[in-house]
Nanobody, 123 residues
Framework: VQLQASGGGSVQPGGSLRLSCAAS????????MAWYRQLPGKQRGLVAS???????DYNEFVRGRFTISRISAKNTMSLEMNSLKPEDTAVYYC??????????????????WGQGTLVTVSS
């Protein structure tokens, strides 16, 4: 499974950006699609996630500013980021896990990461 992320860039504080992620491959079902980010010198951490059959979940530092959306039929996901702050500057990664198609009775699981897209918030 390949994840293609797009939409990063530079913006001034208070501005907005939209990230998109598209999953491709022999996907039977996606259980979780999520956005992570890695700040300079820090470990990668969860920003927001969308679980199949459930709803969106956000880390407290983006709740109310970021909105995660998912189009299940197209295996795509987006992250609308508003009121951006300099501390949001990071490389953002999309993530997905689920099951692959199989000709047998067992559907193998998969875990995939996108290539990362840089978001820079600076005046």
């Amino acid at each position: 499974v390949q994840l293609q992320a797009s939409g990063g860039g530079s913006v001034q504080p208070g501005g907005s950006l939209r990230l998109s992620c598209a999953a491709s491959g022999s996907i039977f079902r996606i259980n979780v699609m999520a956005w992570y980010r890695q700040l300079p010198g820090k470990q990668r951490g969860l920003v927001a996630s969308f679980t199949s059959g459930g709803g969106p979940d956000y880390n407290e530092f983006v709740r109310g500013r970021f909105t995660i959306s998912r189009i299940s039929a197209k295996n795509t996901m987006s992250l609308e980021m508003n009121s951006l702050k300099p501390e949001d500057t990071a490389v953002y990664y999309c993530y997905a896990d689920g099951r692959l198609y199989s000709t047998g009775s067992f559907y193998p699981t998969f875990t995939s990461w996108g290539q990362g897209t840089l978001v820079t918030v600076s005046s």
